[in-house]
């Protein structure tokens, strides 16, 4: 028995040693058709990914806090710890095939351990060496900016729409140690067309509650007001003015600056602010009036709504109205102080892919220095505004032709 053990031992090692190199293994990650080019690595059938490549996949929030680990979306919350294969996935314990690890100034965590908890879908094709992701989040094959793309696609094709937005805002306004809060709610609506180029907005808003001022109340007239954009510019009825008043846009754009400010396409508008590094995810799918629809969600942080405000400045003409030395630096001193967390929220139709609602979440904190003022008498003072806006809107009546308001056109008169 030895002896035979012995021969098949040395028959193994002449085979060894005589037979050519295997070729070394390449795996390959594609993730929704694309190959992945990044870094990873493969140890014993498992695969550890850079933290990067997760949130490419899934519209996770990742944080990493030394050694631990935490990815949250929709609800759901995973925790690891680097160097440990314990997790816990919506409070329940886990064991992973790999511990996460940091490697090249990365965070890597395993693959398919991560993915498939967060409703990903991990394919393994042996032939190819190929590991085959798919996003949770692509519907009907396109992601949620490629979505956009068509909701927009089809809400321009209807030409025209109308909107209706309801309003609450918050504001505290600090100045030389006096704050004032006022509490503030109304209603917006529009008619919007795009060839040719019209748009008529009306905005009522009401004081709800105001704190920290001994002025006198405000007149609520104050915050009526009718506007009119098309192309010979902006028509608007002022408190105190009769009729209409058309304002000074010699030097502004006014299609930019109504496709900027989203007049034409709000959804379009947004789909601009990805640029700025906006971050647009898909959310729950919901049902509303009986249709069923899908739903996208927008947010951007201060540094991208910052940038995108300066390019609506900019490319617009505002700057130019008013530019100068001074302001620029004013200007720049208050965008250096800004701070504000914004977000939509979009419901689609899906059978149409036009929009039927959408929620809008403002948060914004804003410090300036206002100087002296020699001829009033006013002493410089440094002045702190915090507000907070939430708008819902009801986008309808696509393809619905409408009319200028009556007398407009009569009574518009130059601003002096």
């Keep these: 028995m030895r002896k035979f053990l012995v021969l098949i031992l040395t028959v193994l090692l002449m085979a060894a040693a005589v037979a050519p190199a295997a070729a070394s293994t390449t795996f390959v990650i594609k993730a929704n058709g694309q190959v992945y080019d990044g870094y990873f690595a493969v140890y014993d059938g498992s695969t550890l990914v850079p933290m990067s490549f997760i949130q490419q996949i899934v519209p996770v929030d990742a944080k990493v806090d030394g050694e631990n680990i935490t990815i949250t979306m929709n609800g759901d919350t995973l925790l690891m710890k680097l160097g440990s294969p314990q997790a816990v996935i919506n409070g329940q314990d886990a064991v992973m095939p790999l511990p996460p690890s940091t490697d090249r100034e990365q965070t890597m965590v395993p693959l398919r351990f991560v993915l498939e908890n967060l409703g990903a879908k991990v394919d393994w094709d042996a032939s190819t060496y190929e590991i085959i992701v798919t996003s949770p989040v692509l519907k009907q094959g396109l992601t949620a900016e490629q979505m956009l793309g068509k909701i927009t696609q089809s809400m321009t094709g209807q030409g025209r729409y109308k909107m209706k937005a309801d309003t609450v805002m918050k504001m505290q306004m600090t100045a030389d140690g006096q704050t004032q809060n006022i509490d503030m709610s109304g209603q917006v609506i529009g008619s919007i067309q795009e060839k040719p180029l019209l748009a008529y907005v009306i905005t009522e808003m009401k004081v709800d509650n105001i704190t920290g001022t001994t002025?006198?109340?405000?007149?609520?007239?104050?915050?009526?007001?009718?506007?009119?954009?098309?192309?010979?510019?902006?028509?608007?009825?002022?408190?105190?003015?009769?009729?209409?008043?058309?304002?000074?846009?010699?030097?502004?754009?006014?299609?930019?600056?109504?496709?900027?400010?989203?007049?034409?396409?709000?959804?379009?508008?947004?789909?601009?602010?990805?640029?700025?590094?906006?971050?647009?995810?898909?959310?729950?799918?919901?049902?509303?009036?009986?249709?069923?629809?899908?739903?996208?969600?927008?947010?951007?942080?201060?540094?991208?709504?910052?940038?995108?405000?300066?390019?609506?400045?900019?490319?617009?003409?505002?700057?130019?109205?008013?530019?100068?030395?001074?302001?620029?630096?004013?200007?720049?001193?208050?965008?250096?102080?800004?701070?504000?967390?914004?977000?939509?929220?979009?419901?689609?139709?899906?059978?149409?892919?036009?929009?039927?609602?959408?929620?809008?979440?403002?948060?914004?904190?804003?410090?300036?220095?206002?100087?002296?003022?020699?001829?009033?008498?006013?002493?410089?003072?440094?002045?702190?505004?915090?507000?907070?806006?939430?708008?819902?809107?009801?986008?309808?009546?696509?393809?619905?032709?409408?009319?200028?308001?009556?007398?407009?056109?009569d009574q518009e008169r130059n601003r002096g």
Aim: with cysteine; proline share 4%.
């Design 215 to 409: 002025d006198e109340a405000i007149p609520q007239e104050a915050f009526k007001s009718e506007v009119v954009m098309n192309e010979d510019g902006i028509f608007m009825t002022l408190p105190g003015v009769e009729g209409w008043v058309k304002m000074d846009t010699e030097e502004l754009d006014i299609a930019q600056l109504m496709e900027q400010y989203g007049s034409q396409d709000p959804v379009k508008s947004i789909l601009q602010m990805k640029e700025f590094g906006a971050v647009i995810n898909y959310a729950d799918d919901q049902v509303i009036n009986g249709k069923n629809c899908g739903a996208i969600h927008v947010e951007m942080g201060q540094e991208a709504l910052g940038k995108y405000l300066n390019s609506v400045l900019d490319q617009t003409g505002l700057l130019k109205k008013v530019s100068g030395p001074e302001f620029e630096a004013s200007l720049e001193k208050i965008m250096k102080n800004f701070k504000a967390d914004f977000s939509y929220d979009i419901m689609f139709d899906y059978e149409t892919y036009l929009t039927e609602s959408m929620d809008m979440d403002m948060d914004m904190n804003m410090a300036m220095d206002i100087p002296a003022n020699a001829e009033t008498g006013t002493p410089a003072m440094a002045m702190q505004i915090k507000s907070s806006q939430k708008a819902h809107y009801e986008i309808y009546d696509y393809g619905v032709e409408f009319k200028r308001p009556d007398g407009q056109q």
